[in-house]
Every structure is written in structure tokens, then in C-alpha cells.
């Protein structure tokens, strides 16, 4: 009873946005659809840069979320959260860029662990193991394994997997790429299936306990923490996996983009 009330009551508000426009039908919109903004803001960063709160991202992200309510158009037949996912998301995205605190040489540092994934792969016909790779680019694994954990929230999520190199900000996001599937156009649906398909691929191709990790925090929603004791290490090695796992699936991904 508790959801059908719920549905009504953004049915109605929507009825009332979309005749009046006026501020205070907006506003009462976001206040019910503030979940979703704390939903999208959790599933982007894996760490925060220095100096940046949760609640910081929080507020940009409702400023996406305002900016989905006033260009929303349920005729289109998506639903709201589709729509507003990627436009909060990218708010968020923005902020974060223009912020940004990573110097180039880090940038960089990334990018080379990515360029040496690629080669080990083409050479090795497999996905190079954490050793291999530290060895392809001349440095010691805890210097690998450093530039992961300081690079972790430099583009290390699967909402970034489609992003460009330079960060301008011109690149589609995972999910609202994924998104578009849902319209009516079929060739947006066949390229929604495309793309699902090539992250599947990139999935299948991690090494074992990558593909665990990316499971157990993309599909079944576990923490850092809880996926921690699931594969007996420290929530730091955690992080430094799964920035690792999203290099190597962004190197596949790529290809798709």
C-alpha cells in the first residue's frame, strides 16, 4: 500500500510540474526523488580526492537532479530515474573535473599502466598477471600498486570506463550509454545490447579474483570492507583491485567507445 501511495504522489507531482513549472512542484520532486541522487553519488568514486566530502558531491548531484525534473519529458516513455541518472551523475563529473587536485605526472603514471596493459595482453594472449605488469613498465608491484591507490578515484569506476584521455569531459558514462537501450529508437537498442556485450567480454577476460571483485561490488552491492573479508585483504588491496580491473576493462572498452 506504502508504494502505490508513493507512486501517486509522483504521479501527481509530476501532473502539477508539468502544468505550472513553478518552483515549489520542483522542489517537492526532488525532495522524492533525493534517494536516487544518494544512489548515483555512492556508485561513482571508490575514494574521495583530499579534501572533498560525501555531502560536497551530494549537492552537485542535486543540481543534476533539478536539471533532469525541468528538461524531463515523460512522453519520450523513459523512465525519470533513467533519465536522471547520467545528468546527475554528470553534474557530479563536472565538479569533480574542474576540481580536480591530480597532478599530470600521476596522470600520466595511469596512463602508462594502462598502454602496458594493452601490450601484455596483445604479447601474452591473456590478461597480464599483477607481476607482469610491474614488470613491463620497469617498476617494483608496491610502486604498481602505489600509483593505483593514488590514482583510485581518477576515472576508476565503471561509470568513467568510457571517458576520453583528457578528461574534457566529452565522453559518454557506462551507465548512460547503457541507458539509451531504453528508448524506442532501435538503433539505440542494438547499440545498448552492443555495449553490454563488450563489457560482458571485458568481465570474462579478468583474472579470476578481479572478476569476483567487480561482481560482488557492481552486481551484488557489497562494500570495500565487506568484499575485503570475502577475499582475505585489506580494504586498501581492495581498492587498488578494482582500479586495476577497471584499467584492463577500459582498455577493452575502448575499442567499443
Same mark, same amino acid.
Given at each position: 500500500m506504502a508504494r502505490e501511495v508513493d507512486?501517486?504522489?509522483?504521479?501527481?507531482?509530476?501532473?502539477?510540474?508539468?502544468? @505550472?513549472?513553478?518552483?515549489?512542484a520542483r522542489n517537492k520532486l526532488a525532495s522524492e526523488y533525493a534517494l536516487l541522487v544518494r544512489h548515483v553519488v555512492g556508485r561513482i568514486l571508490i575514494t574521495l580526492p583530499q579534501g572533498?566530502?560525501?555531502? #560536497?558531491?551530494?549537492?552537485?548531484?542535486f543540481l543534476g537532479l533539478l536539471q533532469a525534473i525541468e528538461k524531463y519529458d515523460p512522453v519520450r516513455g523513459i523512465r525519470f530515474?533513467?533519465?536522471?541518472?547520467?545528468?546527475i551523475r554528470g553534474a557530479v563529473l563536472d565538479e569533480l573535473r574542474a576540481q580536480?587536485?591530480?597532478?599530470?605526472t600521476l596522470r600520466q603514471k595511469a596512463k602508462s599502466v594502462e598502454r602496458t596493459?594493452?601490450?601484455? %595482453?596483445?604479447?601474452?594472449?591473456?590478461?597480464?598477471?599483477?607481476?607482469?605488469?610491474? %614488470?613491463?613498465?620497469?617498476?617494483?608491484?608496491? #610502486?604498481l600498486r602505489q600509483i593505483l591507490a593514488d590514482s583510485n578515484h581518477l576515472m576508476l569506476s565503471l561509470d568513467y570506463?568510457?571517458?576520453?584521455?583528457?578528461? #574534457?569531459?566529452?565522453g559518454m558514462t557506462l551507465e548512460s550509454t547503457v541507458a539509451t537501450s531504453d528508448?524506442?529508437?532501435?538503433?539505440? @537498442?542494438?547499440?545498448?545490447?552492443?555495449?553490454r556485450g563488450a563489457l560482458i567480454t571485458a568481465i570474462e577476460n579478468l583474472p579470476p579474483r578481479e572478476r569476483l571483485l567487480i561482481t560482488l561490488y557492481?552486481?551484488?552491492?557489497?562494500?570495500?570492507?565487506?568484499?575485503?573479508?570475502?577475499?582475505?585483504?585489506?580494504?586498501?588491496?581492495?581498492?587498488?583491485?578494482?582500479?586495476?580491473?577497471?584499467?584492463?576493462?577500459?582498455?577493452?572498452?575502448?575499442?567499443?567507445?
Open positions: 507512486v501517486a504522489l509522483r504521479a501527481q507531482l509530476w501532473s502539477d510540474y508539468q502544468t @505550472q513549472r513553478d518552483a515549489k572533498m566530502e560525501q555531502e #560536497d558531491l551530494m549537492s552537485y548531484g530515474e533513467t533519465f536522471a541518472a547520467p545528468r580536480d587536485p591530480l597532478p599530470r596493459i594493452v601490450r601484455l %595482453e596483445g604479447e601474452l594472449g591473456r590478461a597480464p598477471l599483477e607481476p607482469e605488469i610491474a %614488470e613491463g613498465m620497469g617498476i617494483s608491484i608496491e #610502486d570506463l568510457l571517458s576520453p584521455d583528457d578528461g #574534457d569531459g566529452g528508448a524506442k529508437s532501435p538503433t539505440n @537498442q542494438v547499440e545498448g545490447r552492443d555495449l557492481y552486481h551484488e552491492n557489497l562494500t570495500m570492507k565487506e568484499i575485503g573479508k570475502v577475499l582475505e585483504v585489506t580494504e586498501a588491496r581492495v581498492c587498488q583491485l578494482h582500479g586495476q580491473a577497471v584499467m584492463r576493462m577500459r582498455t577493452r572498452l575502448k575499442e567499443y567507445a
